[in-house]
């Protein structure tokens, strides 16, 4: 059943920098038992960025440990506007709290927009 759906992250990117979702959102993240990641990517710089996302845990919202049963793969902006969308981050309810890393790992940049769809047995928040 889904629990909720919340943009994450909405900023312009660029490569060599990790990007975190919005902190006031760990406590929602970590609420879900599977999460499903859409990534809108715009205007990417001349040179093709590529885009991985991560997934880490926490149950005390400070010390962080990357959730190694997410597979994060990464994929190419290579449009004017890109779609990015990942289902296999069903990790199962494990920590109180979760984030999302965007990685650029080629060098350049783009606006990225991120929405998570969190699901759950538990119902409806």
């Keep these: 059943m889904r629990m ?5 992250f909405d900023q312009n990117v660029f490569s060599g920098t990790d990007y975190y979702s919005d902190p006031q959102y760990n ?5 879900a038992e599977s999460m499903v990641v859409h990534a809108v990517t715009e205007n990417p710089s001349a040179s093709v960025p590529t885009l991985a996302i991560f997934v880490q845990r926490s149950n005390d ?3 962080w440990v990357e959730d190694a049963t997410a597979t994060h ?12 969308v990942d289902t296999s981050f069903a990790t199962g309810a494990k ?13 350049g940049n783009c606006r990225l927009r991120s929405t ?10």
Excluded at 4 to 8: A, D, H, I, L, T
Excluded at 27 to 31: D, M, Q
């Design 4 to 8: 909720f759906n919340q943009v994450v």
């Design 27 to 31: 406590a929602l993240l970590g609420s």
């Design 61 to 63: 919202n400070r010390n």
């Design 73 to 84: 793969a990464a994929a190419a902006v290579s449009s004017s506007v890109g779609s990015y």
């Design 95 to 107: 920590s109180a709290y979760a984030r999302l890393i965007f990685k650029i790992t080629v060098q």
């Design 116 to 125: 998570v769809c969190g699901r759950g047995e538990q119902g409806g928040m």
